[in-house]
């Protein structure tokens, strides 16, 4: 299927919703049946038929096979935040006394989740550094579990060879999952590389107007159905039929969003790249990137987000900067259309960031705006900053 056919028509049955251009928003919690009988063999396939909205959705259907198309993988579930995703993935395969190997820097309520959170059931996690499958290997043991990759993460931005891990990993029976997040379905397809679970935060690209806080897991359909049976309905982190519909409405517009975001990414990250006042920019796509080759292999563009590390003396020089900026809001996440600065000097003192990083390092989300005045507005906060 392509892309357009995916985003605009696939599972829409306008056949039985009036011909309907935009597919229906089902707000029903509940579904009545005909007779006992009928009810019982609905709930037998409540994976896949109306019976109570926490497990089935008709508006969540119809995006749950968008975003598994979009991802090469059979099914997926939608839950209320790529948070719950996460966890939901995770806890599918990783159960008490388990071991988990995953690349050094995640989201950081992802290394909360099995550093913190899942070592109260005794899960150990080992974090790998660098590309390669190597490392990844040496750090298996007999009770490892699960493989976790997020490449690119999204603050500096290492990679991990995806197809060299997942080949590696099939040797040993050990699935893996990694976070997709920054690429979006259309940049990066983890399930043609070998991964066994893609994640996303579907708050950012997938949704893209930052109006909906949601996740989303895609595997095969053994996967997602145990999942259904148990994190899914048992923890209930759904989505509801109105987050679902907005995100539908979200997709119509996914491809245009994601080129228009990476290429005018790319221009302002070449741009910083040779300012005085940038000591170094962090970009998958950037030639100076040390997993540059990596980054075009595996991936289809760069993405909206970038980081920058300023050559400031002092923390009022970042805020001055991130202060004057007039087209960047600041803000986290990203995704959206709007442009956003992250500075790190926010996050000192902040219990829950387990993983700082430099305080002169501020990331960057390059949304819609025309991308020339961006690069002027960058361009001027930087000169008056310091």
């Known amino acids: 299927m392509d892309i357009s056919y995916i985003l605009n028509h696939l599972g829409e049955d306008r056949e039985n919703y009036y011909h309907a251009v935009s597919p229906p928003m089902m707000l029903s919690t509940n579904f009545a049946f005909k007779n006992v009988a009928h009810m019982r063999s609905e709930l037998e ?23 598994a198309a979009l991802e090469g993988a059979e099914d997926a579930l939608v839950f209320s935040s790529g948070s719950a995703a996460v966890a939901a993935a995770v806890m599918s395969v990783v159960k008490a006394g388990g071991h988990i190997v995953s690349a050094e820097k995640p989201y950081s309520w992802t290394r909360t989740l099995m550093g913190s959170y899942l070592a109260q059931y005794g899960v150990e996690v080992s974090y790998v550094n ?12 007999p009770n490892t579990r699960l493989i976790y990759l997020e490449s690119p993460n999204s603050l500096t931005f290492e990679l991990q060879d995806v197809a060299a891990i997942c080949q590696m990993a099939k040797r040993h029976g050990i699935p893996v999952a990694i976070d997709n997040s920054y690429n979006s379905p259309l940049s990066q397809s983890p399930i043609a ?4 679970l893609v994640i996303h935060s579907a708050t950012k690209y997938l949704n893209g107007h930052s109006d909906v806080v949601a996740g989303v897991v895609c595997a095969s359909k053994a996967r997602i159905a145990k999942m259904m049976a148990e994190e899914y309905m048992t923890l209930g982190a759904v989505v509801g039929a109105h987050d679902a519909w907005l995100m539908l409405r979200g997709l119509r517009t996914l491809e245009l969003r994601v080129q228009r975001s990476a290429q005018s990414a790319q221009m302002l990250a070449e741009f910083l790249s040779t300012h005085p006042k940038i000591e170094r920019v962090y970009y998958p796509w950037l030639a100076t990137n040390a997993d540059f080759d990596l ?18 003396d002092e923390v009022k020089q970042v805020e001055k900067f991130c202060d004057g900026l007039q087209r960047f809001l600041i803000a986290t996440s990203w995704g959206g259309h709007e442009s956003l600065c992250f500075p790190m000097c926010a996050l000192r003192a902040s219990a829950s960031f387990t993983n700082p990083l430099p305080w002169n390092l501020v990331r960057l989300y ?20 310091w």
């Open 130 to 141: 660098g590309p390669g499958a190597d490392g990844f290997e040496k750090a298996i043991k």
């Open 45 to 67: 396939r409540e994976l896949e038929t109306p019976f109570y909205t926490r497990g089935y959705n008709p508006t969540v259907a119809i995006l749950r096979k968008k975003l």
């Open 295 to 312: 980054a075009r292999q595996q991936m289809k563009r760069g993405g909206g987000l970038l980081s920058v590390l300023l050559k400031a």
């Open 193 to 196: 590389l070998g991964a066994d």
């Open 366 to 385: 390059v949304g819609l705006e025309d991308a020339e005045l961006l690069k002027q507005d960058l361009d001027q906060a930087l000169k008056q900053a």
